[in-house]
């Protein structure tokens, strides 16, 4: 899986006009977002028309919404890329020191917006679906994705049984790891920049036989490649980090999927009296 637009691409039912321009899309993505719909016509050979419908077929409003998501992956996928201090630098030059409250929230605002629009509603409800049909769940989230996977795991061992968070890279978790069987589930919270550890414990888990979910913020390196399920978050902030907004808003996201989906008054009950003389 190369990136989103790939993915949509592989997944929509296309003519021999549109799989020539989806050929063309992907091969020529830095290219498209300097063209007009009739521009990228003319280099392909089809009409005005056919860009159009073909944008439309695959997900997007238009043409123009089609090259604001390949121009918002790029940028993504550059920003991913950088050293911390590199970042850091672009971003101050970027905004100039202008950190107050609305522009802050208007790079939010962007990634949260961008969340269900490049990504189908159908994968969250499959990621649903998965956590509450496997038999067991694994949630992974090393590094800067840690908090993100224990507070995912917490919330989800209230309505399922058998949920196991994995949140370091030493033994503990690769004994857990060594434990999974086919038909488990694996949800992965990960950012660029990636490390080894990260392909290891999904090759692990692609070994056993396991169903593998992903929630990114890039996926042009192909640690999303054993995944079934990708969702992508985004993650440009004004600083040298990540932010995870994106990546929480999913995660509530699906979480509320499944309390949709699972009876689990029962266990929370249980809980509570089990907790009830622990509260203040």
Do not use: W
Not at 107 to 135: Q, T, Y
Request: aromatic residues 8%.
């Amino acid at each position: 899986m190369a990136n989103m637009l790939a993915d949509r691409i592989r997944n929509a039912d296309l003519t021999k006009t549109q799989k020539k321009i989806a050929n063309y899309f992907i091969e020529n993505q830095e290219r498209i977002g300097t063209l007009s719909s009739m521009e990228a016509a003319q280099e392909i050979g089809v009409s005005d028309a056919s860009i159009i419908r073909f944008s439309r077929q695959i997900g997007f409003d238009g043409f123009a919404d089609l090259k604001e998501h390949i121009y918002d992956m790029l940028v993504e996928t550059a920003f991913s890329g950088l050293s911390l201090t590199e970042r850091a630098s672009q971003n101050k030059e970027l905004y100039q020191d202008q950190y107050g409250p609305e522009s802050y929230t208007r790079l939010m605002n962007e990634n949260i917006g961008a969340l269900f629009h490049d990504n189908k509603a159908e994968d969250f409800e499959k990621i649903a679906d998965l956590c509450v049909s496997c038999p067991r769940r694994f949630v992974i989230g090393l590094r800067g994705s840690r908090g993100r996977a224990m507070d995912f795991g917490r919330l989800l061992s209230f309505m399922l049984p058998d949920v196991f968070a994995l949140t370091t890279d030493d033994c503990t978790s690769i004994n857990r790891m060594q434990d999974i069987r086919e038909g488990d589930l694996v949800i992965m919270f990960v950012f660029s920049r990636f490390y080894k550890v990260d392909r290891d414990f999904l090759e692990m888990a692609r070994q056993r036989g396991a169903r593998i979910c992903i929630l990114t913020n890039d996926v042009t390196e192909n640690i999303a490649a054993c995944a079934e399920t990708v969702i992508i978050t985004a993650s440009r902030g004004m600083s040298f980090f990540n932010t995870t907004l994106a990546q929480a808003m999913a995660a509530e996201y699906i979480l509320t999927l499944v309390s949709g989906k699972v009876d689990y008054r029962e266990r929370i009950e249980e809980r509570d009296r089990i907790t009830a003389s622990q509260r203040i």
